[in-house]
């Protein structure tokens, strides 16, 4: 590995083999067209009639102004916040660099909820209270922007790859975006993938039961987040490709094993990359590991595309056109031609990224603060064996049945918001928030970690409080907050298109776990802080000891 492949036989392949089944008809044997959708999610409707009255008050104080007398619109230039020079030294000599989730909370505790932070020539609004997010998530247009991600770009240009998913902007973005939004976004269509999922789960359990076993104490995992991390990159590639990786095998197949090493080198460099000056480049290693570890996650998912041509081909040779038989995800966007090779090459590799880090980190947080509240994790012991006892595996109807299950998914992505700042381009029109009138393409920061952690929205928000999610009764409010006030997938058109998928894989999952076992902290674990590794993880290995219930 190291270098990107060469796609031109590939993409030749591909789009032989996608002309060729373009003209036959095909079996969907997985997938069931009676769940196949078209369109973009449209959460912001129902997001907005689940305010409760109290808080539609409290953001109309903070919402722009109606009427004649209205005040005087202020300008960006009126925002406090730190300079360049300030924010250098809270990036690099304070160490905020990875803990920018921390620094999000000392600049509101020092501006209030909106402030700018400079770089360069470039000045972003910081906002950090739902009220604000919501006004200008509500503004945002049809092609919504999240940021220009230069260094990503950079890499496909060099490369010459077409831009992924998280990459494109406007109508290029809306076409990708609209073909994956098949198969994926609705969760009937994502709870299609529960037998693939329970089969990988099958699988990471006999792996935890073996590295349980090999610790001294016979129960013990010491690197909990490693462990899941392999699961969610087997569960990902299940869903996509239809192919085993060989993540939950004692001894990982190589390939695998250095497209898992990429991701985290990727993400640890570019961090760096980010905020370094272009001209230090040549001049210190980040750059170039930065590049490499691109360049390895990219050859991984080209081989797998290659791999699944191949085998259409092979099918189509062996029995003709009845005998494909057509289930997965990537299977059926090449057929029904919703991609370009180019556009499969280039979006591919991202979206296994995206199905990583996100599922494992989450599930990681969950299981520590389970092992921290033993009360709650009974309570959702007693939840789970009532509804699926041990022995059945849970199937997706299941969960309706489980509402704490659901609340502790929540509760951890609010504690945790695996993306804990995101961000926000309006380039159609001037963007009014609270009283100020910013101009087009004003780059807005949205700090979901310091957002979800807002005592207003959340009383005593640095504690893990499943049940502050659950309705008591059918008339009860009390388990509804701001519809801002936690919004771990992100919101409207441009929200997480892998929210279902991720969902149903950390219920199925969580819910055999606590079936099983009973999770306890490992003896000396101590407090797990997070770092904000572009997606937010914990500081140290979180070692668990798994107690067999049966
Ligand atoms: C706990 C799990 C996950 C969390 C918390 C999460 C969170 C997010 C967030 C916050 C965004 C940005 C949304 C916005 O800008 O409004 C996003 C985008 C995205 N996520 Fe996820 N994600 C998770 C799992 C997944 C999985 C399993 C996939 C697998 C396919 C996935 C695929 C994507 C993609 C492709 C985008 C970009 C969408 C676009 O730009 O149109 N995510 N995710």
């Not at 008050?57 to 007398?69: A, F, K, L, N, V």
């Not at 929540?410 to 945790?416: D, S």
């Not at 999952?509 to 490992?522: F, N």
Request: proline residues 6%; contains cysteine; charged residues 20%.
């Amino acid at each position: 590995m190291g270098r990107v492949v060469s796609g031109s036989k590939l993409l030749a392949s591909q789009t032989r083999s996608m002309a060729v089944l373009s003209r036959m008809r095909l079996r969907w044997a997985l997938l069931d067209t009676r769940v196949m959708g078209h369109g973009l999610c449209p959460q912001g409707a129902r997001a907005k009639a689940a305010i409760p009255a109290a808080l539609r008050d409290h953001e109309s104080t903070e919402g722009p102004g109606t009427g004649q007398d209205r005040p005087r619109l202020r300008s960006l230039a009126e925002l406090p916040g730190p300079g360049t020079l300030r924010f250098l030294f809270q990036l690099f000599l304070r160490g905020y660099v990875l803990h920018l989730h921390e620094l999000q909370a000392l600049n509101k505790a020092k501006y209030g909820p909106m402030w700018t932070t400079t770089f360069g020539t470039r000045t972003n609004v910081n906002l950090a209270s739902a009220p604000l997010l919501e006004q200008v998530m509500r503004q945002e247009g049809k092609y919504p922007i999240r940021d220009s991600m230069e260094q990503w770009k950079e890499h496909r240009d060099h490369k010459g790859l077409s831009y992924g998913i998280f990459i494109t902007q406007g109508q290029q973005w809306y076409h990708l975006r609209h073909s994956l939004n098949q198969r994926m976004l609705k969760p009937a269509e994502a709870a299609l993938y529960t037998d693939a999922l329970n089969e990988v789960i099958s699988d990471f359990i006999a792996r935890l039961d073996q590295v349980r076993t090999e610790s001294a104490s016979g129960d013990q995992v010491p690197d909990v987040a490693h462990l899941l991390y392999h699961l969610a990159l087997e569960a990902i590639c299940y869903i996509l490709f239809e192919k085993r990786v060989g993540c939950l095998e004692p001894s990982i197949p190589e390939d695998t094993a250095t497209f898992i090493r990429s991701v985290g080198l990727m993400f640890k460099n570019s961090v760096y990359v980010t905020f370094l000056p272009k001209w230090s480049r040549p001049l210190l290693p980040f750059w170039k590991r930065y590049m490499n570890n691109w360049d390895n996650i990219f050859s991984f998912g080209e081989k797998m595309i290659h791999q699944k041509v191949q085998e259409i081909e092979a099918q189509l040779q062996a029995a003709g056109p009845d005998g494909v038989q057509v289930s997965g995800y990537l299977h059926f966007l090449l057929t029904k031609e919703l991609l370009s090779p180019q556009e499969t090459v280039g979006t591919f590799p991202e979206l296994i990224l995206a199905g990583v880090d996100t599922t494992s980190n989450t599930l990681t947080w969950a299981l520590y603060h389970l092992s921290k509240n033993p009360e709650i994790q009974e309570a959702l012991h007693k939840e789970v064996t009532g509804v699926v006892p041990f022995g059945k595996v849970p199937q997706n109807k299941d969960f309706a049945h489980m509402p704490l299950l659901k609340a502790v998914i929540k509760e951890t992505l609010r504690l945790y918001p695996v993306v804990p700042t995101n961000s926000r381009i309006i380039t159609e029109k001037e963007t009014e928030i609270n009283g100020f009138l910013f101009p087009k393409n004003t780059q807005f920061v949205l700090c979901h970690y310091v957002v979800s952690r807002d005592p207003s929205v959340f009383p005593e928000p640095e504690s893990f409080q499943p049940h502050r999610w659950l309705r008591k009764r059918e008339d009860d409010n009390s388990g509804i907050q701001h519809p801002f006030g936690s919004v771990p997938f992100g919101y409207g058109v441009r929200s997480c298109l892998g929210r279902r998928i991720a969902e149903l894989e950390m219920q199925l999952l969580l819910s055999r776990l606590i079936q099983k076992y009973e999770v306890v902290l490992s003896p000396g674990m101590g407090e797990v802080k997070s770092v904000s590794r572009i997606v937010l993880v914990p500081s140290k290995k979180v070692s668990l000891r798994f107690l067999q219930r049966q």
